[in-house]
Nanobody
């Protein structure tokens, strides 16, 4: 059974940084797509970043140049380094995984099969 466990969320002032971690177990994650999504109150879950085999990276326009995703294959862990945080980045951040070779649907939350429990990120102004 695939399990994803996020950590690293918290409260930070605008302009600050946080690093989220997601540890995966129960699958062969070196070939999986791994992603980060977020959901603010009253809003739909939205794509933040993803990485696939070969270390190809994808980012939402709203976080490009501020957020950086990486993975440590040996540790089955992905990270999301978040810099220059803004109040509008406040949300629950979810780690996601899927066993897929498609790339066009990466930003679509419903196309991801495995989810973590989420970690709260709050950015104060």
């Amino acid at each position: 059974q695939v399990q994803l466990v996020e950590s690293g969320g918290g409260l930070v002032q605008a302009g600050g940084s946080l690093r989220l971690s997601c540890v995966a177990s129960g699958g062969t994650f070196s070939s999986y797509h791994m992603g980060w999504f977020r959901q603010a109150p009253g809003k739909e879950r939205e794509f933040v970043a993803a990485i696939r085999s070969g270390s190809y990276l994808y980012y939402a326009d709203s976080v490009k140049g501020r957020f950086f995703m990486s993975r440590d294959v040996a540790k089955n862990t992905v990270y999301l380094q978040m810099n220059s945080l803004k109040p509008e980045d406040t949300a629950v951040y979810y780690c996601a995984a899927r066993a897929s070779t498609s790339t066009t649907d990466i930003p679509i939350a419903t196309m991801w099969g495995y989810w973590g429990q989420g970690t709260q990120v709050t950015v104060s102004s």
